[in-house]
């Protein structure tokens, strides 16, 4: 299999080390972080969801709208929009990009954050909720005729989308979700199953969960991988910079209030990120779980640090797992973005081109 990068553009430059600067919806910044992506290479750019954030699909028109190649990854929250709705929204945006569009569904979250947009359905009944969603999100993109639908949270008479996606059969459908609700909604609709970094065993055992829920359905799913590289012209100044982007994250979040600890989080998936961080902050041959540690594992917060050629080599090693998709961001959003363009995504697609010319390389 070839080798996907997605990147991630914001609205405004903000990491974990840098507070928000500039208007919450900065037009230069979203075109310089779409020309950044494009020129390095990548194949999508995530565009991000939250209840307080700027409208994705919207952010994503524009960035799709200052470049030519570049592919976006449209994160996507489950009932919040009728799914006929949505499903024509999207298509629509795949017709005038010309098939540049993929759908990241996110349905989890903690509770507090979707009572903010008045959602107040448990977590198990949210992931419920988002099982029939894409079903008539796919019946939708593909049925040539009007359908109906039936289920506990919709019920559709006559729904019928004039508009199709450019791509067939649809565009292509991520999935986040690391929850025992959320692994078989995964294997029934997931086109990719997004998974944040976590160790090579975590990575093992959620790839073989994920494919034996795809297997009930007769489906195969490929795997996405989310990790913030750390890179550096050597390992001794690579791990001095995550060491320094540590303390630059504790500095912040102690200026702003915030918790200097792995608290509970309300999610499986920061779970799972602080049980590898108990394990240590170097593990494997250089994940890296320090950030994760301090944030409570907020959301994508783990990295690989070390030289590009040394992080491409660590690459390697999921992708011998089964990850065909790498999500990368910086601490540095858009240094970084063409930092991986220039240093890392060449040597990553070359270290593939020759497992594909060697397969018995990746089975030795």
Do not use: C
């Given at each position: 299999?070839?080798?996907?990068f997605?990147?991630?553009?914001?609205?405004?430059?903000?990491?974990?080390?840098?507070?928000?600067?500039?208007?919450?919806?900065?037009?230069?910044y979203?075109?310089a972080?779409?020309?950044?992506?494009?020129?390095?290479?990548?194949?999508?750019?995530?565009?991000?969801f939250g209840s307080?954030s700027p409208?994705?699909q919207?952010?994503?028109?524009?960035?799709?709208?200052?470049?030519?190649r570049?592919?976006?990854?449209?994160?996507?929250?489950?009932g919040?929009?009728?799914p006929t709705?949505a499903?024509?929204?999207?298509?629509?945006?795949?017709q005038?990009?010309?098939?540049?569009?993929?759908v990241?569904?996110?349905?989890?979250?903690?509770?507090?954050?979707?009572?903010?947009?008045?959602?107040?359905?448990t977590?198990?009944?949210?992931?419920?909720?988002t099982?029939?969603?894409?079903?008539?999100?796919?019946?939708?993109?593909?049925?040539?005729?009007?359908f109906?639908?039936?289920?506990?949270?919709?019920?559709?008479?006559?729904?019928?989308?004039?508009v199709?996606p450019?791509?067939?059969?649809?565009?292509?459908?991520?999935f986040?979700?690391?929850?025992d609700?959320?692994?078989?909604?995964a294997?029934?609709?997931?086109?990719?199953?997004?998974?944040?970094?976590?160790?090579?065993?975590?990575?093992?055992?959620?790839?073989?969960?994920?494919?034996a829920?795809?297997?009930?359905?007769?489906?195969?799913?490929?795997f996405?991988?989310?990790?913030r590289?750390?890179?550096?012209?050597?390992?001794e100044?690579?791990w001095?910079?995550a060491?320094?982007i540590?303390?630059?994250?504790?500095a912040?979040?102690a200026?702003?209030g915030?918790k200097?600890?792995?608290?509970?989080?309300?999610?499986a998936?920061s779970?799972?990120?602080l049980d590898?961080?108990?394990?240590?902050?170097?593990?494997d041959?250089?994940?890296?779980?320090?950030?994760?540690?301090?944030?409570g594992?907020?959301g994508?917060s783990?990295?690989?640090v070390?030289?590009p050629?040394?992080?491409?080599?660590?690459?390697?090693?999921?992708?011998d797992?089964?990850?065909?998709?790498?999500?990368?961001?910086?601490?540095?959003?858009?240094?970084?973005?063409?930092?991986y363009?220039?240093d890392?995504?060449p040597?990553?697609?070359d270290l593939?081109a020759?497992?594909?010319?060697?397969?018995?390389?990746a089975?030795g």
């Open positions: 299999m070839s080798v996907e997605i990147g991630f553009i914001g609205t405004q430059q903000q990491s974990e080390i840098h507070p928000p600067s500039g208007p919450v919806v900065d037009r230069d979203v075109e972080s779409a020309k950044a992506h494009e020129d390095g290479g990548f194949d999508r750019a995530l565009v991000a307080t409208e994705s919207l952010v994503t028109a524009h960035a799709a709208s200052v470049t030519e570049l592919g976006f990854m449209i994160a996507h929250r489950p919040f929009t009728a709705v499903a024509r929204q999207l298509a629509t945006l795949d005038f990009t010309r098939g540049r569009i993929a990241h569904i996110i349905t989890g979250g903690s509770d507090d954050e979707l009572a903010k947009d008045g959602d107040h359905l977590k198990d009944e949210r992931y419920a909720r099982d029939e969603y894409l079903d008539i999100v796919r019946q939708e993109w593909t049925s040539d005729k009007p109906d639908y039936e289920g506990k949270y919709y019920q559709v008479k006559g729904a019928f989308g004039a199709k450019w791509q067939k059969p649809h565009l292509p459908i991520y986040g979700g690391s929850s609700a959320a692994i078989p909604v294997g029934k609709h997931a086109d990719i199953y997004a998974l944040w970094g976590e160790t090579q065993a975590q990575v093992r055992e959620t790839i073989a969960r994920v494919r829920a795809a297997a009930k359905h007769g489906r195969q799913v490929r996405s991988l989310s990790l590289p750390v890179l550096a012209a050597t390992e100044a690579a001095a910079r060491d320094d540590v303390e630059r994250t504790k912040l979040r200026k702003a915030l200097l600890d792995g608290h509970a989080p309300p999610n998936g779970q799972r990120l590898a961080a108990a394990q240590g902050t170097r593990l041959k250089r994940l890296w779980t320090g950030v994760a540690a301090v944030t594992a907020a994508n783990t990295g690989l070390g030289t050629e040394q992080v491409a080599d660590a690459l390697l090693d999921y992708y797992l089964g990850v065909t998709t790498f999500l990368i961001r910086g601490f540095d959003p858009l240094d970084d973005a063409i930092a363009g220039r890392l995504i040597l990553v697609r593939v020759q497992r594909q010319a060697n397969p018995a390389r089975a």
